[in-house]
């Protein structure tokens, strides 16, 4: 993760590039490595770890959308913003972008590190 900032608007921007030698392209798949769905949606709570210095737990993908793979070395633009807060967690809005394309789209319910987690 490189470039971590937030707009005035609040939104998070980073950027990702995951390189070959990355775990998550071992597998998936040969000759042909595509980065998992999951490390996406990894990336998203990695900024929001680092945004608010402290542990985020995933609580829930309340949606996911991909629509065109990421391979190795391409640099990936991720904005997030929360939607929501409440003392179950906050909703979080996240796009992930490459060559200024959306390529995945998803909104996920988080807990912040001692925040409630009960729903």
Not at 49 to 57: F, K, L, P, Q, Y
Not at 98 to 118: I, P, Q
Request: glycine fraction near 10%; hydrophobic fraction near 45%.
């Amino acid at each position: 993760m490189s470039d971590l900032g937030q707009a005035d608007d609040g939104t998070l921007t980073a950027r990702f590039v995951f390189p070959a030698e990355f775990l998550g392209f071992q597998g998936h798949f040969p000759g042909e490595p595509v980065l998992p769905a999951v490390c996406e949606i990894q990336g998203a709570v990695a900024m929001l770890e680092a945004w608010r210095n402290r542990r985020v737990g995933l609580r829930e993908i309340i949606l996911a959308k991909f629509s065109a793979p990421v391979t190795c070395d391409e640099e990936l633009v991720y904005a997030c913003s929360v939607t929501k807060e409440d003392p179950h967690g906050a909703v979080v809005k996240a796009t992930v972008a490459k060559d200024g394309r959306a390529v995945a789209r998803f909104r996920l319910r988080v807990a912040f590190d001692g925040e409630t987690e009960g729903r």
